[in-house]
């Protein structure tokens, strides 16, 4: 499974954006998928996940309310709707690809990586 993730850029505190993760093969509703950030010197964290066909999510505490992550599986696609967005969403987004029936959260357990967006909210 290859993924690509796009839709990053700079967005104004309390703006919205969406980022969009499209994946080849056809074994994608096999897996669940995440979204993980990372922001300049600290470590990859959990955003959100979706279930194989979307019907489970998760989301962190610090997103929670304000992100939706949603699959279509005809078009390979994963989404992340993020609104109100806060100057400490700053980060580069990663979509990954884990192999498995659970809702998992770590990052060591993500079998496939995207390379990444950049999404800066100003204050």
């Known amino acids: 499974v290859q993924l690509q993730a796009c839709g990053g850029g700079l967005v104004q505190t309390g703006g919205s954006l969406t980022l969009s993760c499209a994946a080849s093969g056809r074994t994608f509703s096999s897996y669940i998928m995440g979204w993980f950030r990372q922001a300049p010197g600290k470590e990859r964290e959990f955003v959100a996940v979706i279930s194989s066909y979307g019907g489970s999510t998760y989301y962190a505490d610090s997103v929670k309310g304000r992100f939706t992550i949603t699959r279509d599986n005809a078009k390979n696609t994963v989404s992340l709707q993020m609104n109100s967005l806060k100057p400490e969403d700053t980060a580069v987004y990663y979509c990954?690809?884990?192999?498995?029936?659970?809702?998992?959260?770590?990052?060591?357990?993500?079998?496939?990586w995207g390379q990444g967006t950049k999404v800066t909210v100003s204050r």
């Open positions: 990954a690809a884990g192999y498995t029936r659970r809702l998992i959260l770590t990052t060591s357990e993500y079998d496939y």
